[in-house]
């Protein structure tokens, strides 16, 4: 009975649901009265849409200030996009990359911070027959979402067989499940999805006051996601990472099994690296000193300022980079490529590859695309220089990791010191050997070999999320078009190495500034 009635639902079956129900979502606006009635009703959290568009007109979209109000009353906010979503007609690949590219821009107008989950809605009975269409559309807003930097991940609205489906199609972050929709087929007979967050249980009319306003009541679960509880967060410079890595570290320590330095790897891939596809790729993380690690104040950084380049980076993509790296140490044979690099360069090759080929009616050029678009600072792409950044410096570490050095020595040697200052020639000669064959050929060869099921699934997965399903996959695609491409990427390497040496007394003046953050 569990996978199909939660205990909070039988609570709010048993008259009980102030006990139950502390989430909420709405169409209307949520003004400081509003948010401070919500939340003396027991309410924590409430979706609020990032755009306008219904099927019934009106209002729905935040308004500026309102996140102000609603963070004033103690209250945290998940992201709703929802463009109409009523018929099957509106769900195709096309529309998902345009409102996965149009919810990008419209939370970065918010102000809302880097691996906030947003919602896409399915807002009908959608059938097991419509969930081709489905996914297609859910392929195209992950395209969309890739496209813009990966900034934000995607979550799913509808009925329990949609979440389902969607999450194990396109690896949903997170379920937002209208429970409250009984006659929907895809509630009927369905488990809950394993990954649902929100499950949409009740709607009614709030009276405060004089003003009333509709509210949908949400059943919150345990441990998943939390919503934002501000917005524009500062970035944290890289002083401030490495206190944090030497909190975790103890507590790694402390926790008397496992290896510290993967326990504090796992603590970090949790919320974005730890679905099918890693713990397929790289294994599962240790939950328990999750666990253990948040009951003693541990935390998560969302992102932190690179103190040679000025950059903003993600420390959980560098941190699954190591893992992978470390898990997985590099072949012997460099110009071949395995599972610890798709956990990071040969991972976001796939999604620039997929990028590509949704762009090469634009630039039919594979090298053309890469020298113009792959880890450029200021320009959006799957493979943003900060990407390659977090890529590098996560092969980095988990090389002296292995060496035998405490993470939190190895990160000190890096962000402290100055071993950051000639990262990408570091890392080509690490890597490839310093050679542009090497480089080009281990980009060939993972973009080609089949000798690895969990890596094919895998670059199918990936390429798709970058360019939809409507690409050619590039282990199809004739060589004379694949070669350029992984030429591309290999001159990019060795043109960031390249200005890198000629920068280097740059990147050093920009560190005496920016480790500590002081610099004005």
């Known amino acids: 009975m569990g996978d199909y009635l939660t205990w909070a639902q039988l609570l709010v079956s048993m008259g009980d649901p102030d006990r139950a129900a502390t989430g909420s979502d709405t169409a209307y606006t949520i003004t400081a009265s509003r948010a401070q009635r ?42 709703i996009f929802q463009d109409n979503g009523r018929t099957l007609a509106e769900y195709n690949s096309p529309n998902g990359y345009a409102h996965g590219r149009l919810a990008h821009d419209q939370a970065v ?27 297609e559309y859910f392929r195209g807003v992950t395209s969309g979402l890739s496209s813009k930097g990966k900034r934000y991940a995607h ?55 004089t003003d009333v306003f509709a509210l949908d009541r949400d059943v919150h679960r345990d441990g998943a996601d939390l919503g934002q509880g501000d917005v524009n967060r500062a970035v ?22 496992g290896d510290p330095n993967r326990l504090v790897t796992d603590y970090y891939r949790q919320a974005r690296y730890s679905d099918y596809r890693w713990t397929q790729l790289i294994g599962d993380v240790d939950w328990d000193f999750v666990a253990y690690a948040d ?88 493979f943003s220089f900060e990407d390659l950044v977090e890529d590098v410096d996560g092969f980095l570490l988990a090389e002296e990791l292995r060496a035998g050095k405490a993470i939190t020595t190895a990160l000190r040697e890096h962000y402290e ?73 290999a001159e990019t390497l060795f043109a960031r190495a390249g200005l890198e040496e000629s920068s280097r007394a740059t990147l050093l003046a920009n560190h005496a500034k920016l480790f500590s953050g002081s610099a004005g």
């Not at 929907?184 to 007979?189: A, E, I, P």
């Not at 998560?300 to 380049?309: G, V, W």
């Not at 050029?365 to 799957?382: L, N, P």
């Not at 010191?417 to 000669?429: K, V």
């Open 109 to 135: 107008h918010f102000g809302f911070n880097r691996g906030t989950v947003i919602y896409f809605a399915v807002d009908y009975d959608a059938t097991v027959e419509d969930m081709p269409k489905i996914l």
């Open 295 to 382: 009951s003693h104040g541990a935390k998560l950084l969302s992102e932190f300022t690179d103190p040679f380049t000025g950059q903003t980076l993600g420390p959980q993509h560098l941190l699954a980079t190591t893992a992978g790296h470390m898990i997985k140490p590099p072949l012997v044979d460099h110009s071949h490529a395995n599972a610890g690099d798709v956990a990071g360069w040969a991972g976001d090759v796939m999604t620039f590859y997929g990028n590509w080929r949704h762009d090469s009616d634009s630039v039919a050029s594979g090298y053309t695309y890469c020298t113009d678009y792959m880890a450029k600072i200021g320009v959006s792409s799957s």
């Open 155 to 209: 979550g799913v609205y509808g009925s329990r067989n949609v979440c389902a489906q969607v999450t194990q199609e396109t690896y949903a972050r997170y379920s937002f499940v209208s429970g409250m929709s009984w006659g929907f087929s895809g509630n009927l007979g369905f488990p809950l999805p394993a990954n649902w967050s929100f499950n949409q249980i009740k709607e009614y009319q709030v009276t405060n006051g």
């Open 417 to 489: 010191q100055t071993g950051g200052a000639t990262r990408f020639q570091d890392f080509l000669s690490k890597r490839f050997d310093s050679t542009r064959s090497t480089a080009q050929d281990a980009a060939h060869y993972i973009l080609t070999a089949l000798d690895s099921p969990i890596i094919n699934l895998g670059r199918v997965a990936l390429e798709y999320e970058g360019g939809g399903v409507l690409i050619v996959l590039s282990h199809t695609l004739p060589d004379n078009l694949l070669q350029p491409f992984c030429l591309g990427f």
């Open 38 to 79: 919500m939340r003396d009703d027991k309410y924590l959290y409430v979706g609020r849409y990032l755009n306008e568009a219904s099927a019934g007109g009106g209002s729905k979209m935040l308004e500026e200030g309102e996140l102000d109000d609603i963070f004033g009353a103690g209250l945290r906010v998940f992201p």
């Open 236 to 257: 944290s410079p890289a002083i401030d990472l490495l206190t944090n890595f030497d909190q975790l570290y103890a507590l790694a320590q402390n926790y008397g099994s």
